[in-house]
């Protein structure tokens, strides 16, 4: 086994970690890992993100089922709209430039990220709903279905806020549900870049397998961080390996220019001046906080 092999199957444990623990993040480290460690062509790294992170999905929802931490409803109609957008994404991506695939994959990254820093401010006082409205679902799980099949994302990046931010769902079950939607909307992106890229199985394999090690870990953690902590952790995550992504697809000759990092400096900076003061929620009321109900509660299951 070569040292790039070893390294590429120790960093997939990585994958894992951040599937299990927050929801999503897996191709955001599976599709550099196997671009710029690995040394795939993009199109195919894509396609097996795709399978790496569909399997470490479906296997890692099961210790966020065992503890009533998802909305199998929700995640099963999300899924299913979503198979339909990625299918048609990752039939499309045939027709795109690899390099424009990435830039966009990283630009979504960052724009997610910011949205989830900034948190739901409206969210206060409100019921946490049993299941979300199921055309809402629908119209979501087509959306972010096609922009991750596109991309080769499995769409926690996107998932999880899109059942967070806007589904009004606690973060630990946002997380839990998520992995439901991405194994399916996987698979589905998956069948439609198999139809134009080859795959090689064996790296697959034990990329995926030390990925499902990686899922039970993260498992064992999600319930165990607060959820702000986690929601902002998640989009800090997401702003460094898009920052990453973006610069790599820029000519070698910008990439070694100080004032391309001066710029990415000041571009951070500005996104904390905006996101941090947002992100800052509002001194509860007396008696608010208990009102609220722990996530584990009969009314979450």
Not at 104 to 132: D, Q, Y
């Amino acid at each position: 086994m070569s040292a790039t092999l070893l390294l590429t199957v120790g960093l997939a444990v990585l994958i894992g970690i951040s599937l299990g623990l927050l929801g999503g993040g897996g191709s955001i480290l599976a599709v550099p890992l196997l671009v710029y460690v690995a040394d795939l062509p993009a199109k195919e790294a894509i396609a097996t993100s795709l399978l790496v992170v569909g399997a470490t999905s479906a296997v890692g929802v099961i210790p966020h089922a065992r503890g009533n931490r998802v909305r199998w409803r929700t995640g099963l109609i999300f899924g299913l709209a979503g198979m339909a957008g990625a299918y048609a994404g990752g039939r499309l991506a045939e027709f795109i430039p690899a390099a424009y695939l990435l830039t966009g994959f990283a630009i979504m990254m960052l724009a997610t990220a910011i949205a989830m820093i900034r948190g739901r401010r409206s969210a206060e006082g409100r019921p946490v709903p049993h299941e979300l409205p199921v055309f809402r679902v629908i119209i979501d799980g087509i959306v972010v279905g096609l922009v991750t099949g596109l991309v080769g994302a499995g769409g926690g990046f996107l998932v999880v806020p899109a059942l967070a931010l806007l589904g009004g769902l606690p973060m630990p079950v946002a997380v839990g549900t998520s992995l439901v939607v991405i194994a399916m909307k996987s698979f589905a992106g998956l069948a439609g870049y198999l139809s134009s890229v080859s795959i090689n199985w064996g790296l697959a394999a034990a990329v995926t397998a030390a990925a499902i090690v990686g899922s039970f870990l993260g498992a064992r953690l999600a319930g165990k961080i607060p959820a702000d902590v986690l929601r902002k952790s998640f989009g800090w995550f997401v702003v460094v390996m898009g920052v990453f992504v973006l610069t790599q697809q820029l000519p070698a000759e910008l990439r070694s220019n100080p004032l391309l990092w001066t710029g990415v400096g000041i571009a951070v900076a500005a996104t904390v001046a905006v996101s941090v003061p947002l992100g800052r929620r509002k001194p509860e009321a007396p008696g608010e906080s208990a009102v609220r109900e722990p996530v584990g509660s009969a009314s979450h299951r």
